[in-house]
């Protein structure tokens, strides 16, 4: 069943810091300080006029009940009735932001057989999700479908991972992305390929780039076994660099990133051992 969309109330606009709702816009605080005030006002002036004190008194009273009214009464008052209609402006925008579709990025195993992936398409487009890019990559016991998903802002990553569930893929991951997500993957590989043949011992930082991950110093790379990075390390080894291991925490690098970082070392290393043509 398809969650429905909580209707934001005006006491969630709150600041969690300070406690504090946005300010309203002066035209509407204006209207409905007038609101408020307009019936106070001619009660205190019909009760005043008709009491028997000199003008002079009959203005201070007014004045100074006035004045009270309004920073007692009025403002306080129409700050609690009118909340909803004071920040109607800002509930609409916030309600906007709730449902504007948010990218992801996901990662499932699925079984290699007929209508895997129909199942699990079926699946997410239930919570309205769209499927932007998907890589497929061969593994022992299945396969390891990667995705780019549009889903609706108000979704949540537990209800993308039981989704993903539903449409029979397990050990399921899903990670905020960007539009940079979108980029295609051999294009990258290939600018970064043009950017190492003109400079091979710019390999390190490309394939970082590349995979997105950091380079692990030497010392630190030595102290983890690989046994226990869950697919997170990759060691690429280097003829003259020694091995270089990347990092990158809570997103286990695919085969398809492995080839491509392993043939960008083996370009590297192709044109530093080539010689260097004479001048003329």
């Not at 309600?95 to 699925?110: E, Y």
């Not at 990075?229 to 080894?237: E, F, H, S, V």
Request: aromatic residues 4%; proline residues 9%.
């Amino acid at each position: 069943m398809k969650p429905t969309a909580r209707t934001p109330a005006a006491a969630d606009l709150s600041c969690e810091v300070c406690g504090q709702m946005p300010e309203p816009t002066k035209t509407r605080l204006t209207v409905a300080n007038v609101a408020v005030m307009l019936p106070i006002e001619l009660l205190v002036h019909a009760l005043v006029v008709e009491t028997h004190l000199p003008y002079v008194a009959k203005v201070l009273v007014l004045t100074l009940t006035a004045t009270v009214l309004v920073i007692w009464v009025a403002e306080p008052s129409a700050a609690r009735v009118l909340r909803g209609w004071l920040h109607a402006p800002a509930l609409r925008h916030r309600k906007q932001l709730g449902t504007a579709p948010a990218l992801w990025r996901a990662r499932t195993v699925l079984r290699d057989q007929p209508g895997s992936l129909q199942k699990i398409t079926q699946a997410l487009a239930r919570l309205d999700t769209n499927i932007l890019s998907i890589h497929v990559h061969p593994m022992p016991g299945g396969v390891l479908d990667e995705f780019v998903l549009s889903a609706p802002g108000n979704l949540s990553e537990r209800e993308l991972l039981e989704a993903l569930h539903d449409g029979g893929g397990s050990r399921s991951r899903v990670w905020p992305t960007t539009a940079l997500a979108m980029a295609d993957g051999q294009t990258k590989a290939l600018s970064l390929a043009a950017r190492i043949a003109d400079a091979p011992d710019e390999l390190p930082l490309a394939v970082a780039e590349l995979l997105r991950a950091r380079i692990v110093p030497p010392a630190e790379a030595a102290g983890t076994p690989e046994t226990d990075d869950a697919g997170t390390q990759l060691k690429i080894p280097t003829a003259w660099h020694g091995p270089i291991t990347f990092a990158r925490p809570g997103e286990p690098f695919t085969p398809a990133e492995s080839a491509r970082a392993h043939r960008l070392a083996e370009l590297a290393e192709i044109l530093s051992h080539r010689p260097v043509a004479a001048g003329p």
